[in-house]
């Protein structure tokens, strides 16, 4: 019995990490001072809402509500790490401020996002770019860690301490980056 629950674990885990495989951007955290960084260069307000697209295990909005006062809404495709960041939400004690969902972040709505905090590929950022543009409300605030936004002039941008850059993008009065 414990052989088959054994081996029944093992492939599971090998389905779930191919299948992670799969996706545009592999999950990689993001370390705490990072997170920081990342948030300070957005200029959250209280009240505001920070979307994080691949939240994975809810670091960010977490943070962001924590430490911030912000509402936070972290989207992510794993259903293990939504299990894992609504875990972690609540034990953070935020549950009230942030809500992790079990969604394509290609297919999310982000009419209501003042910031979106991207952690992604470049494929899957250029892939978001239309979307930003098309539902994001003027002066709303995007921040890319890693990779910029191709194309688009960013308003600062500033080094973590890992080394990577960090870049901070508006939504202009016309819905269009230059």
Known sequence: MLIGIGISLAVLSVVWIGWNF???????????????????????KRGETV?????GDGRIVITAARAFGAEGVGIEIDP???LWARTAALLAGVRK???????????VDLYDADIVILFLSSAANLKLQDKLLRELPQGARIVSYYHPMLGWKPDRVEIAKTGYSMYLYRIPKNQGIE
């Open 51 to 55: 979307v994080d697209l691949g939240c």
């Open 80 to 82: 293990v790490r939504v």
């Open 22 to 44: 799969t996706l545009d951007a592999l999950w990689q955290p993001t370390d705490r001072a990072t997170v920081g960084s990342i948030l300070s260069l957005a200029q959250i």
């Open 97 to 107: 401020h942030v809500r992790i969902l079990w969604k394509n972040m290609y297919k």
